[in-house]
């Protein structure tokens, strides 16, 4: 593949990336009653819902920065821990909620391989 397609395809994976995470941060903001039933019901602690939906829109800010690399490497680390936790998680209580985790983790490991191939051939 050549570098152009795979700017292309990082692109388009860490586009539908970030939209999947502010659609999700802004619903943990803006329908926090739903997001509220199913974090209890996963047995997480309702406070963290605010702060996580923050995180979630500095770990975007920071995948589009490569200015700080640490900072976009640790933005990687943070979203795929959220969302192996995740798939876990609805895994374990068998509500079948698990599939938007999987694709999550798709996009981000195809969106992380890719910038690490332009990388290398900058």
Known sequence: MNTKSIKIIYYITTGLLSIFMLIS???????HAMISASFTSLGY???????LATVKILGVIALWIKK???????AYAGFFFDFVLAFFAHTYIGDGQFIPSVVAIVLLLASYIL????????
């Open 25 to 31: 941060a802004w619903m943990y903001f803006f329908k």
């Open 45 to 51: 602690p309702t406070y963290i819902i605010c702060p």
């Open 68 to 74: 700080w690399k640490t900072i976009h490497e640790w």
């Open 115 to 122: 910038s690490k191939r332009i990388q290398k051939e900058a």
